[in-house]
């Protein structure tokens, strides 16, 4: 016989059950002293009111699920009855979400207060400890949870419900010692039905271990479907996918005006209170702002919706909020809002490693805020990085976007340049030029004037000549002014230029 052995830090396959039991309850009277002060969360829809849940205190009154509210007060004179909140639900979901995003990324909201998380990512050895910290960040939140660890979900989601039965937090059914904890949990663990409870206590099968001790096929035979899917659940033979969660809407708030906003200091007021509770709750989960997404719902019935978009990830409120404020302070408000809606976009946090000599920006938010005033003031299309065209002709270049990240200034690395260096001016420095013989002898410029000494030349350039209109045609000339140094002359279409000089 032969045993695998794993290494110790290598990722197994592995899952986590999050439950919150009486979630209903809970995202009501998640504030109050839970096992203290009895609370039921009944139904008053129906002709008669009804008890739909209940907490231990309640329970230990008498007051039970289904039960009339008229009996239930009758049991439990201090019963505090409540009604469920479909906001508050929403609530708690999403605080329940955020949370467990600060364990693994991969999370699948199986049900109304029940999370499946994947935990391939994260080595075995850490995943009790991350389970103790999740349910103890969800109970300082006011949350009761019960947490689950296994090798398949469907064995994760039992471990939850036996650490709730069994008055514990954290239940973790490992691989070599899973029969023997099973045969310490009742049937009623895996959410049987009561007929098949029932045979399977007439045959003399009271808990989940006895009953993973079977043949499959001695439950196929006696037992059909459910008892198969029963003993896959329970051997660990019955694995699914994870539907993932989607965090598109995950950080959001959204607030609906009592009146008509028609200045913009109510309007940034709400909206630095959204940046407050977005960030804490982003940073819940260990991740940072990509985006912000800012929607307005006009009285009129239009609206106005913006993706700003952040250099960098990051978490500094200041920040967002002169990003968001910037923006509406830009917006002309044609009509007064009645409504105001912000989210976030999370991203991993960008790690990068930067050059050990390299100055880089100290202030990535700084510089982009800078880059967009300037674009607003010259033009979009002005403000840019300087790109070397692809052209024999001289001083061609074009403007691109600029990158991301500032790119280092490369050497250049061709050979080396030896001899002068022609250094060409920004500007066009318009000349007079005197010829004789075909040859410039003396110039007159606001750069450079005097008599030429010394002259080389002419060289004929040409380009684009298939193109009408943008073709081009020039000849240059290497000349020496006396006492002043060497030039660069241009004659084009009959006008003359100083180009640059050398040094």
């Known amino acids: 016989m032969y045993r695998v052995v794993k290494e110790t830090g290598q990722k197994a396959p592995g899952y986590a059950v999050v439950w919150c039991p009486d979630f209903r309850l809970q995202a009501v009277v998640r504030r109050v002293n839970?096992?203290?002060?009895?609370?039921?969360?009944?139904?008053?829809?129906q002709r008669q009111s009804l008890v739909l849940?209940?907490?231990?205190?309640a329970a230990r009154e008498g007051v039970d699920v289904g039960m009339k509210t008229v009996q239930a007060l009758a049991r439990c004179s201090g019963l505090r009855v409540e009604r469920p909140s479909a906001s508050g639900e929403l609530a708690a979901g999403r605080t329940l979400l955020?949370?467990?995003?600060?364990?693994?990324?991969?999370?699948?909201?199986?049900?109304?207060?029940?999370?499946?998380?994947?935990?391939?990512?994260?080595?075995?050895?850490?995943?009790?400890e991350s389970g103790r910290r999740t349910r103890g960040r969800l109970y300082d939140l006011g949350f009761e949870v019960a947490v689950g660890l296994g090798e398949t979900p469907s064995l994760a989601r039992i471990a939850a419900l036996a650490a709730w039965q069994r008055g514990g937090s954290l239940w973790h059914l490992h691989r070599e010692s899973r029969l023997e904890m099973l045969d310490g949990l009742p049937l009623t663990v895996a959410e049987t039905g009561e007929e098949l409870n029932e045979r399977l206590r007439l045959w003399g099968i009271e808990t989940l271990g006895a009953f993973a001790r079977l043949s499959r096929e001695a439950v196929a035979s006696?037992?059909?479907?459910?008892?198969?899917?029963?003993?896959?659940?329970?051997?660990?033979?019955?694995?699914?996918?994870?539907?993932?969660?989607?965090?598109?809407?995950?950080?959001?708030?959204?607030?609906?005006?009592d009146y008509e906003v028609c200045d913009r200091e109510s309007l940034l007021f709400v909206v630095n209170r959204f940046i407050e509770n977005l960030s804490v709750r982003v940073e819940r989960t260990g991740r940072a702002v990509i985006?912000?997404?800012l929607l307005l719902s006009y009285v009129d019935g239009g609206c106005y919706a913006k993706r700003l978009t952040l250099p960098e990830p990051l978490l500094d409120e200041t920040v967002l909020f002169r990003l968001v404020s910037?923006?509406?302070?830009?917006?002309?408000?044609?009509?007064?809002?009645?409504?105001?809606?912000?989210?976030?976009?999370?991203?991993?946090?960008?790690?990068?490693?930067?050059?050990?000599?390299g100055a880089g920006l100290r202030n990535q938010f700084q510089f982009e805020e800078t880059m967009k005033r300037l674009r607003r003031l010259v033009g979009a299309d002005r403000v840019g990085a300087i790109r070397e065209v692809d052209s024999h002709q001289p001083?061609?270049?074009?403007?691109?976007?600029?990158?991301?990240?500032?790119?280092?200034?490369?050497?250049?690395?061709?050979?080396?340049?030896?001899?002068?260096?022609?250094?060409?001016?920004?500007a066009r420095i318009q000349a007079q030029v005197w010829v004789r013989a075909g040859r410039p002898v003396q110039v007159n410029s606001l750069m450079a004037s005097g008599v030429v000494v010394n002259v080389s030349g002419p060289w004929r350039n040409e380009g684009v000549w298939w193109h009408r209109g943008r073709e081009w045609e020039r000849n240059e000339w290497d000349v020496e002014l006396m006492k002043r140094g060497l030039f660069r002359l241009v004659e084009c279409q009959g006008e003359w230029e100083v180009e640059g000089y050398y040094e």
């Open 98 to 128: 955020e949370t467990a995003l600060g364990w693994v990324p991969g999370i699948e909201e199986t049900e109304a207060g029940l999370l499946t998380l994947d935990l391939t990512t994260q080595v075995e050895e850490e995943w009790l």
């Open 53 to 57: 849940a209940r907490n231990v205190a």
């Open 34 to 45: 839970w096992r203290e002060e009895p609370v039921a969360l009944v139904d008053d829809g």
């Open 291 to 293: 985006a912000v997404h």
């Open 222 to 257: 006696r037992l059909g479907e459910e008892g198969i899917e029963l003993w896959l659940r329970s051997t660990g033979r019955l694995r699914r996918p994870l539907k993932l969660a989607r965090l598109e809407q995950l950080f959001e708030e959204h607030h609906d005006f």
């Open 326 to 357: 910037g923006h509406v302070e830009t917006l002309e408000m044609k009509a007064a809002v009645e409504a105001v809606r912000l989210r976030f976009e999370p991203s991993d946090p960008v790690a990068s490693q930067r050059q050990l000599f």
């Open 395 to 426: 001083g061609a270049f074009r403007l691109v976007p600029l990158p991301a990240e500032v790119e280092e200034v490369k050497e250049h690395s061709g050979p080396p340049v030896t001899g002068l260096v022609l250094r060409r001016y920004v």
